[in-house]
């Protein structure tokens, strides 16, 4: 395993020397120069384009004072330096197939488990992504898979908490996990440990902030993510989604039915969490290994039907879906994570050129992918309703399907109450722990229901 590992990482070696996305390679080298020399505290500022998530700024932070004690002679603009802060994305990416690969392997053959790290690490989109591109969604990918590991698997909600924080630090995008992570842990943890979670969370995220905003730690958080929510207003910025369908960078505070886009989205992504987490069976979609599609489809409904999305911003279902389809062993999804990686690197690659003038392979490519975007956008999207049909049929469809969340709520009320008719006659009468325990857990039901 380990040679593979290796063989691997050079490969992505190789590909950080390529030249990345100038824009926003050119607002990194220049941030990792600011937190050098000027430190975390005086790195935000009102007057200074300093639009970026505290999360990666740890590794910008680290990346210039290496720099500055140890290589004083290299240019924060030269290719070197780019591949140097490019690399740990790439050791994160590695880490993710790690973990895929740690949790396939107690469930199938080993070879299947280190050919689901292959089908990641090497995926051709995640590798331009993080090492031509130079974005860093798969530090946040990571951490985010993380915290499903451990809560899922290892049932440690506070590891849990202590992981999805740094990811929401990272990228806010990691909200996209928020509803199916939260139905977990509802679900399957006591109301104490729905509190240890936020508590958890809430200490991770000031800790992150501090060093950036010693005086107004709880200000922090509100300031970077307010700044980033107000940077665009377009209904998609260059992702194939929904709203790629009637062109790309649209104004999303048009107004349709007297309502701007931007609230559509999320009134369309709302809507969409009923087929996606309620209609039964309900308890199955939060167990192994469904659990993992579940955090697919969820993650994808976010990128396909709200505003304001950028392209790389669907790579985060591909872990969650690369799992589920070796767990569950389904042709299907292996297939669609094979093609739908596919059409997400034409996708990377549409921005890349239209901004990096000299990287066009072929000036073909680059025209048709613009000329066909809103049909390309339509095949994004038909793709989504293609991946929930089959979810939500092949949920239907399954042999232990249980009921609608509110008929598991009544029969399990019931059930744990009454018992039937043979428990009645062969069990003596010691129900109160049992019949508090079954109270305690249909009501965390009902919360959720109300929730």
């Given at each position: 395993?380990?040679?593979?590992?290796?063989?691997?990482?050079?490969?992505?070696?190789?590909?950080?020397?390529?030249?990345?996305?100038?824009?926003?390679?050119?607002?990194f080298r220049?941030?990792?120069?600011?937190?050098a020399d000027?430190?975390?505290?005086?790195?935000?500022?009102?007057?200074?384009?300093t639009?970026?998530?505290?999360g990666?700024?740890?590794?910008?932070?680290?990346?210039g004072?290496f720099?500055k004690?140890?290589?004083?002679?290299?240019?924060?603009f030269?290719?070197?330096?780019?591949?140097?802060?490019?690399l740990?994305?790439s050791?994160?990416?590695?880490?993710?197939?790690?973990?895929?690969?740690?949790?396939?392997?107690?469930?199938l053959k080993?070879?299947q488990?280190?050919?689901?790290?292959?089908?990641?690490?090497?995926?051709?989109?995640?590798?331009?992504?993080?090492?031509v591109?130079?974005?860093?969604?798969?530090?946040?990918?990571?951490?985010?898979?993380?915290?499903?590991?451990?809560?899922?698997?290892?049932?440690?909600?506070?590891?849990s908490?202590?992981?999805?924080?740094?990811?929401?630090?990272?990228k806010?995008?990691?909200i996209?996990?928020?509803?199916a992570?939260?139905?977990?842990?509802?679900?399957?943890?006591?109301?104490?440990?729905?509190?240890?979670?936020?508590?958890?969370f809430?200490?991770?995220v000031?800790?992150?902030?501090?060093p950036?905003?010693?005086?107004?730690?709880?200000?922090g958080?509100?300031?970077?993510?307010?700044?980033?929510?107000?940077?665009?207003s377009?209904?998609?910025?260059?992702?194939?989604?929904?709203?790629?369908?009637?062109?790309?960078?649209?104004?999303?505070?048009?107004?349709?039915?007297?309502?701007?886009l931007v609230?559509?989205?999320?009134?369309?992504?709302?809507l969409?969490?009923?087929?996606?987490?309620?209609?039964?069976?309900?308890?199955?979609?939060?167990?192994?290994?469904?659990?993992?599609l579940?955090?697919?489809?969820?993650?994808?409904?976010?990128f396909?039907?709200?505003t304001?999305?950028?392209?790389r911003?669907?790579?985060?279902?591909?872990p969650?879906?690369?799992t589920?389809a070796?767990l569950i062993?389904?042709?299907f999804?292996?297939?669609?994570?094979?093609?739908?990686?596919?059409?997400?690197?034409?996708?990377?690659?549409?921005?890349?050129?239209?901004?990096?003038?000299?990287?066009?392979l072929t000036?073909g490519?680059a025209?048709?992918?613009?000329?066909?975007?809103?049909?390309?956008?339509?095949?994004?999207f038909g793709?989504?309703?293609?991946?929930?049909?089959?979810?939500?049929?092949?949920?239907h469809?399954?042999?232990?399907?249980?009921?609608?969340?509110?008929?598991?709520?009544?029969?399990?009320?019931?059930?744990?109450?009454?018992g039937?008719?043979?428990e009645?006659?062969?069990q003596?009468?010691?129900?109160?722990s049992f019949e508090?325990?079954?109270?305690?857990?249909s009501?965390?039901?009902?919360?959720?229901?109300?929730?």
């Open positions: 395993m380990k040679y593979l590992v290796a063989a691997v990482f050079l490969l992505r070696v190789v590909f950080s020397t390529l030249p990345a996305f100038q824009i926003d390679q050119n607002a220049y941030w990792s120069a600011r937190l000027s430190g975390p505290a005086n790195f935000y500022s009102k007057e200074v384009f639009d970026n998530p505290v990666y700024l740890y590794i910008l932070w680290g990346a004072e720099k004690y140890f290589l004083p002679d290299l240019s924060y030269s290719s070197e330096f780019d591949m140097f802060i490019k740990p994305i050791l994160v990416d590695i880490g993710t197939g790690l973990l895929i690969y740690l949790i396939l392997r107690k469930k080993e070879w488990a280190r050919f689901s790290f292959l089908l990641y690490t090497l995926n051709p989109a995640l590798v331009f992504n993080s090492t591109f130079g974005q860093f969604d798969g530090i946040a990918i990571f951490l985010m898979f993380l915290a499903v590991y451990l809560m899922l698997s290892k049932k440690r909600p506070a590891l908490a202590i992981a999805f924080a740094l990811a929401w630090a990272v806010p995008q990691a996209f996990l928020a509803p992570l939260g139905l977990l842990l509802l679900l399957t943890t006591k109301p104490f440990k729905w509190l240890v979670f936020g508590a958890v809430i200490l991770t000031l800790v992150i902030f501090f950036f905003f010693p005086k107004e730690p709880f200000y958080p509100i300031y970077v993510n307010g700044q980033s929510i107000g940077l665009f377009c209904t998609t910025c260059f992702g194939f989604n929904l709203w790629g369908v009637w062109g790309n960078w649209q104004n999303d505070l048009k107004l349709f039915l007297n309502i701007p609230w559509w989205g999320i009134i369309l992504m709302s969409s969490f009923i087929p996606i987490f309620f209609l039964r069976p309900f308890r199955i979609r939060f167990k192994e290994p469904y659990f993992y579940v955090s697919a489809v969820s993650i994808m409904a976010f396909m039907l709200l304001r999305m950028h392209e911003y669907v790579l985060y279902f591909l969650f879906l690369l589920a070796f062993k389904s042709k999804l292996w297939g669609f994570y094979l093609c739908s990686s596919f059409l997400i690197l034409l996708n990377l690659y549409l921005p890349y050129t239209y901004y990096n003038e000299q990287m066009k000036s490519l025209v048709w992918l613009s000329a066909n975007f809103s049909k390309l956008s339509l095949v994004g793709s989504f309703l293609l991946l929930l049909c089959w979810y939500l049929f092949n949920c469809s399954r042999p232990d399907r249980g009921s609608s969340v509110l008929s598991v709520t009544a029969k399990s009320l019931d059930s744990r109450l009454h039937n008719d043979k009645k006659k062969t003596p009468r010691k129900t109160t508090a325990k079954a109270f305690s857990w009501r965390r039901e009902i919360i959720i229901v109300f929730l």
